[in-house]
Structures are given as C-alpha cells and as structure tokens.
C-alpha cells in the first residue's frame, strides 16, 4: 500500500473553525477519490508497519475540513479484528437520537490536526443515531455505540467547527467523570 498524498491541518489553521457546507449530489470523481485517500491513509495509520514506515499517528476518523475542504464529509475507519478493518464513509449526517447516558474516553481523546498532549475527558453519548448519505446519494440510518459514538460524535464537530479541546473544561478537565461511564 502507498501512502495518499493527504495533507492534514493542523489546529492552528483558521479553516477548522468553519462550518462545513451541505454537500450537493452527484459526488465528483475528485471527491470520491479523496473518500477513498482517506480510508486509506486511516487504514494504514492503524497497521503498525506502515505507522512505523510513515511515521504515522494512529487514527480512526478524518474529516473533509481536516483536509481543508468545508464540506460535510467524513470517514471512520474501525479495526474489528487484527488487519480487518470496517469503513464508514458519512455525508450530511444528522442526530437522530442519543443516549442519555455519557462515555468518556479513558486515555483520552486524540486528534490528527492536535498535535500536542491534551489533558481531559470529553463527555460523549455512549449511543447515537444518525441519518446520512453514501458516496451514491442514497440515504440511510447507523446506529452507532462505545468506540463508534464516540468518532462519529467527534467528527460531527469537525463539520461544526468545534475541537474536542473546546469540551474539556481548562479548570477541571476530569471535571463530572464520575458521572459518566469510562470506555
């Protein structure tokens, strides 16, 4: 596998503060290689040989605005068993529902364009429902838990403009974590 030609921001560029633009269909060709770049670029960030060749850092999500596009896209990649990996690729999404029960991460939340150590945990929903579109335009419904509803819930940010740094209170970062549920 070769490494896409991706270049991630990093979080001091402005452009990670706007809200993404709906996306309109049919998708273009360039768009859908980028989709594809992407899963890529996750995939291999996850498998240690390339992580190491590359001198990549592991990651599970990646949104169009971390690759300086405003549109409402983006991808999760999941490894459900060493070197299987089930990709998700969200367009438009909108909550459907969530729990009202909250995860936090327990090593903390991490971010490809956050490239500096974070203290904190982010309270997420420990469930969600989202409704969004495939690269094809066709609409669908994932229901999403644990791990998942956590990417998908930080990703969803992106497209808002918002970092999970924004989450973590600089007073008390662990601040509430006996509420919620460590995952």
């Known amino acids: 596998m070769n490494l896409p030609d991706i270049t991630i921001l990093d979080e001091k560029e402005k452009i ?3 809200k993404s633009e709906e996306v309109q269909f049919p998708l273009s060709n360039e768009d859908k290689k980028k989709i594809e770049d992407m899963i890529t670029y996750l995939k291999m960030s996850q498998i240690d040989e ?3 060749k590359y001198d990549l850092r592991a990651g599970m999500g990646l949104s169009y605005i971390q690759i300086g596009i405003p549109k409402r896209i983006f991808v999760v990649v999941d490894e459900t068993e060493p070197g299987r990996f089930q990709s998700y690729t969200i367009i438009n999404p909108e909550i459907v529902s969530k729990s009202e029960e909250l995860i936090y991460v327990g090593e903390g939340e991490g971010c490809l364009s956050i490239n500096r150590e974070t203290e904190g945990i982010v309270p997420r929903n420990a469930r969600m429902t989202i409704s969004a579109y495939d690269t094809e335009g066709n609409p669908f419904t994932i229901r999403v838990r644990e791990d998942l509803s956590v990417a998908f ?9 918002i970092l999970f740094t924004d989450k973590i209170d600089p007073k008390n970062p662990y601040k509430n974590a006996n509420k919620m549920r460590e995952i």
Do not use: F
């Open 16 to 18: 990670l503060r706007k």
């Open 153 to 161: 819930q930080h990703e969803i940010d992106h497209l808002n403009g």
């Open 50 to 52: 390339y992580r190491e």
